[in-house]
């Protein structure tokens, strides 16, 4: 299993920004496609974004397209979501998540399919 520490979570104003960061260690971060799921109090886990293990491949959950963008460094073993014009309703716990695949161009957005899971970090936007 990877390991995956998330940071970058913070308390903001309807419109700004924040870019959350997810260090993954223990296994060759190349082989595992990312994603970002988030849950809000009294909702179920959802999928905001994912890569594949290339970076050519993402996938956006439809609320988001536009305004979040998810890319990987390879290099540095980290997967980042870029999170702009940043809503109420995006109030949540994010998590990072990591999926083993064959794929390098492809990959699931299914939450059964990722192995590994970080803690969550907590994303408040004031209105």
């Not at 970058?8 to 104003?13: K, T």
């Amino acid at each position: 299993q990877v390991q995956l520490v998330e940071s970058g979570g913070g308390l903001v104003q309807a419109g700004d920004s924040l870019r959350l960061s997810c260090a993954a260690s223990g296994r060759t971060f190349s082989l595992y496609a990312m994603g970002w799921f988030r849950q809000a109090p009294g909702k179920e886990r959802e999928c905001v974004a994912v890569i594949s293990r290339s970076g050519s491949s993402t996938y956006y959950l439809e609320s988001v397209k536009g305004r979040f963008s998810i890319s990987r460094d390879n290099a540095k073993n980290t997967v980042y979501l870029q999170m702009n014009s940043l809503k109420p309703e995006d109030t949540a716990v994010y998590y990072c998540a990591a999926q083993e695949t064959y794929y390098t161009r492809s990959a699931s957005t299914n939450s059964k399919d990722f192995g590994s899971w970080g803690q969550g970090t907590q994303v408040t936007v004031s209105s």
